[in-house]
Each structure stands twice: as C-alpha cells, then as structure tokens.
C-alpha cells in the first residue's frame, strides 16, 4: 500500500536554530514528491517538486532533498515567519494520485 | 482570478441538511481536485476531474457525496444528509494538465455539522 510518514509531528526551534524534517514513503513508480506549506486556516501552499534520488532544490531557507525512500526539508537559520504545518505529498503507485502524508507543525521562536 | 477560490468559507448546518461547496479554479486549469481535511489527518482525496474524461470518484466516502464541473471550469461539491463525521476542511486543487503537474489549493471551506 502506498504510504507517507512524516516525522516529527511538531517541532519547536529558536529563531537560528536549524533542523530538518522528514517524509519517508513506499510508493511503487515514484514520480513525484512534493513539499507543501499550509498555514493556519489557509489552503497548502506549493514548495517544492522533486522527481528523482538525488535531486535538491533550494528556496531562501528551505533546501529540499530525495533519496529512493525519503525526502528531506532542510530550514536553515530559521525564522519566526517560517512557522507553519509542512506537507509532504507522493504522486505514483498504484493510485496515480497525491497521497500526503499528516505533517509537521513547525514553530520558530524569537 | 489569479488563484483557486473557494467558498463559502465557513458553513455551518445541522445534521440531516444538504450542502454545497463551491470551487473556481485557476483559469486555463483542465485539472480539478477535491480533499478533505480532517483535524490530524492527512489530506484525503476526494475526487478528480480531467478535461471531459469521466472524472474519478474512487475517493468519495459514501453515496451522500457527489460532485460536479459544469464546463470545464467551476465545480460544486454537494454532500446529502450531513453527518457530524462530515466536519472538515474541504479543499479545491487545480493543475495546468494533471497528472504529477503541480496542484494548487484554495483556502477551503471549514464545514462544521451540528
């Protein structure tokens, strides 16, 4: 079955603390991983793609990376205003859908 | 308009009652996705539409739901004889073509069954 674990549930980090979340998957055929940040009451809003082992990307202090089993969300020197929930989706498998993991709530204290 | 717009964006119904959810997506979007999202839960998907093909409705929870795309463009999500279990975030995807394109979301509409 087709499945997506993100750790850890909730993070607490001081502002300039980095860290790095997890998304680790079992999809058969991956075509697909995506990074998506939701904030409170508001729709998920598009990170990052990555489509092959070894592929990063980059965005201000976000740096994405995909091994064949999990994904990495790297935030380095981090900021209150990166607060949020990040979600990680897989598309391939057996569905040809998203299927997303539950996320992880980020806090980044000042 | 620039982005996915959904509404209404709060609802509020008594149990028994039916609903509607209303999705606009981005202009040019032949792609259209509902999800549901539950307190600690994931996003769960609902249905799919792409272009005219038959839309895929594997996601759908039970007979009370059902959804629509009238011309290719808006989509109404209509859920019959509400249950409590129905309280949810429903969000509204599009993408340019499908498939592994990038999906973006509405706000979503928060539906709260009393």
């Known amino acids: 079955e087709d499945q997506v674990t993100q750790s850890p549930e909730a993070l607490r980090l001081q502002e300039g603390e980095s860290s790095s979340l997890n998304c680790s998957y079992t999809v058969s055929g991956l075509r697909g991983l995506f990074w998506y940040r939701q904030d409170p009451g508001k729709g998920p809003e598009f990170l990052f793609t990555?489509?092959?082992a070894g592929e990063e990307k980059e965005k201000e202090r976000l740096k994405a990376t995909l091994t064949k089993k999990e994904s990495f969300l790297h935030i380095t020197a981090p900021k209150p205003e990166d607060s949020a929930t990040y979600l990680c989706a897989v598309y391939g498998g057996a569905t040809n859908k998203l299927i997303f993991g539950t996320g992880t709530l980020l806090a980044v204290q000042p | 308009g620039a982005g996915v717009s959904q509404s209404p964006s709060n609802k509020v119904t008594e149990k028994g009652k039916d609903v509607e959810l209303r999705c606009d997506p981005i202009?040019?979007?032949?792609?259209l996705y509902w999800y549901r999202q539950s307190l600690g839960q994931g996003l769960e998907f609902l249905i799919y539409f792409q272009g005219n093909s038959a839309p895929d409705k594997s996601g759908l929870p039970s007979d009370r739901f059902s959804a629509e795309r009238t011309g290719g463009s808006v989509s109404t999500l209509t859920i019959q004889r509400t249950q409590q279990e129905d309280s949810a975030v429903y969000l509204c995807?599009?993408?340019?073509?499908?498939?592994?394109?990038?999906?973006?979301f509405g706000a979503g509409t928060r539906l709260s069954v009393l």
């Open positions: 990555l489509y092959s």
């Open positions: 995807a599009s993408s340019r073509t499908g498939g592994r394109d990038i999906q973006y």
């Open positions: 202009s040019g979007h032949t792609a």
